[in-house]
T-cell receptor
Framework: SQTIHQWPATLVQPVGSPLSLECTVEGTSNPNLYWYRQAAGRGLQLLFY??????ISSEVPQNLSASRPQDRQFILSSKKLLLSDSGFYLC????????????FGPGTRLLVL | AQSVTQPDIHITVSEGASLELRCNYS??????LFWYVQSPGQGLQLLLK??????LVQGIKGFEAEFKRSQSSFNLRKPSVHWSDAAEYFCAVARMDSSYKLIFGSGTRLLVRP
């Protein structure tokens, strides 16, 4: 069966520091991968998605970037964190055909101070 | 543009009572619709989905949802709520472009009174 992992689970970082969040998927190949951010008390906002290695699409302009160095690895990064980057970051995967469901990881809670 | 509206930010029900969470969508064609549940500090778990066919969809944990095209709605229901159902519930619609990305509603937080 497929599983999706995210780490770290919780992260506290100072403003201006770099960021690297990792997401890996097991039990499937060539998945679509997604990064979402969930601000406190709000819904999910899609940040990036990827349909293959090295293929990244950005949904909203921001201080963050994403990379997909391997088929089942998706990384969310920042060179300099802002206070507004605080939130709950969720990674998800799906198959690549129609009628595919997205399955979510456990999330990473980021607090920027 | 596609959008999803969950008009109720919070809902409180008594344990054993019935539940209906509302979801309205805006989309020109037949949508792919989903309900997810999120416990505090956790990721999202899929409850059920609608792609086509029978408009009454059964999901996990005793939940069901009914797709009503005429009302652009996909309301989630459960006949008898358990205390463990307290969580946040998200309705989502899939964007039918090449990415099949999800658009989420803002969520409804369910509180269950003992």
């Amino acid at each position: 069966s497929q599983t999706i992992h995210q780490w770290p689970a919780t992260l506290v970082q100072p403003v201006g520091s770099p960021l690297s969040l990792e997401c890996t998927v097991e039990g499937t190949s060539n998945p679509n991968l997604y990064w979402y951010r969930q601000a406190a008390g709000r819904g999910l906002q899609l940040l990036f998605y990827s349909v293959g290695i090295g293929q990244i699409s950005s949904e909203v302009p921001q201080n963050l970037s994403a990379s997909r160095p391997q088929d089942r690895q998706f990384i969310l990064s920042s060179k300099k964190l802002l206070l507004s980057d605080s939130g709950f970051y969720l990674c998800a995967w799906s198959g690549t055909s129609h009628e595919e469901t997205q399955y979510f990881g456990p999330g990473t809670r980021l607090l920027v101070l | 543009a596609q959008s999803v509206t969950q008009p109720d930010i919070h809902i409180t029900v008594s344990e054993g009572a019935s539940l209906e969470l509302r979801c309205n969508y805006s989309y020109g064609a037949t949508p792919y619709l989903f309900w997810y549940v999120q416990s505090p500090g956790q990721g999202l778990q899929l409850l059920l989905k609608y792609f086509s066919g029978d408009t009454l969809v059964q999901g996990i944990k005793g939940f069901e949802a009914e797709f009503k095209r005429s009302q652009s709605s996909f309301n989630l229901r459960k006949p008898s709520v358990h205390w463990s159902d307290a969580a946040e519930y998200f309705c989502a619609v899939a964007r039918m472009d090449s990415s099949y990305k999800l658009i989420f509603g803002s969520g409804t937080r369910l509180l269950v009174r003992p």
